[in-house]
């Protein structure tokens, strides 16, 4: 891979139709940008509308002429079992083909909240909310004609994380960066379990992949000081952001290459290869040891189907 990729080296995708979670804000908007400017059609999954829309009207100004790109917000709000339902089925309904699916949205380090199906906040946007969401379109992605990718946004925080499997919901105690540390961790399982379950079921073409973006400048590092109401830690992230954060733009680099780079395998991790892996161009790199753990993957997979009540099926899917 090139010392010094960037999003323009990403090849045609006129004929690619592209899923983005959060895709209104930092990563994901640029993530969406990039693949617009490359002529995909690109489903915006947002929970607010009102911002999805926002989002696509700055993404389409900012469009050089004749791209053939088409914007299509969709409100999916991860925190919901009963709205990813609805999103999925309405993917379903309308679209014939999904090429790359980015399981991009999350939260980090906010104080300890519910998803609506009582799951701590998290781990149900961060990874359930993406696992019950990858469940129900994998007919469609599997179905489509062609190489095929499941991109999942992990973070460098998943070195820190621990699955507890004694209290996922984190009830008996809650640290707001162990919680955010559990969440990427398990980004990472379940990136590498479900490439190891479509091997096992002999599905070569559709490739489920792991990527972080180092540190960059976007919305989420105020969430959390936001929902605390705390202005110093809110000013705080303001100096850190501006001071060592890469921007958004170089931060969806590895998300991006994840998703198109043709020398990307089922299984990999990208992120950046500069400064401590904050910031830079996309290379592969190795995640933690406990992320390979492959009885823990398991393990954490058949939690996730019981919670989520996604059942996974990789018999009678056919790679198209
Ligand atoms: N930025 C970094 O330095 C960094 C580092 C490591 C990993 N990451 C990962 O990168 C990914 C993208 O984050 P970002 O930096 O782009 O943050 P961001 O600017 O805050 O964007 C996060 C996106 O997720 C959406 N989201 C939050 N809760 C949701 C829910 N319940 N349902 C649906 N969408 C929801 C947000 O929607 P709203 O706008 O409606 O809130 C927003 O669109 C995350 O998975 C994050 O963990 C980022």
Known sequence: ???????????????????????????????????????????????????????????AEQLPGGTGATLNVRQCDLASLDSIESFAEEVREVYDDLHILCNNAGVMAIPRSETQDGFEMQLGVNHLGHFALTGQLLDLIV????????????????????????????????????????????NLHFAYELQRRLRDAGITETKSVACHPGYADTNLQYRGPEQSGSRIKYAMMRVANGVFAQSASNGALPLLYAATALDVEGGEYYGPGGLMNMRGAPERQESSDASYDEADARQLWERSEALTGATYSFEGLVTA
């Open 143 to 186: 179905g489509t004609e062609g190489e095929t990718r499941i991109v999942t946004h992990s973070s460098g925080a998943h070195t820190a994380g621990e699955l507890d499997f004694d209290d996922l919901h984190r009830q008996r105690s809650y640290s707001k960066w162990e919680a955010y540390g559990q969440s990427k961790l398990a």
């Open 1 to 59: 891979m090139s010392e010094s990729w960037t999003a323009d080296q990403m090849p045609d995708c006129s004929e690619k139709t592209v899923l983005i979670t959060g895709a209104n804000s930092g990563l994901g908007f640029e993530a969406t940008k990039a693949f617009a400017k490359k002529g995909a059609t690109v489903i915006m999954a947002c929970r607010s509308p009102e911002r999805g829309e926002q989002a696509a009207q700055e993404v």
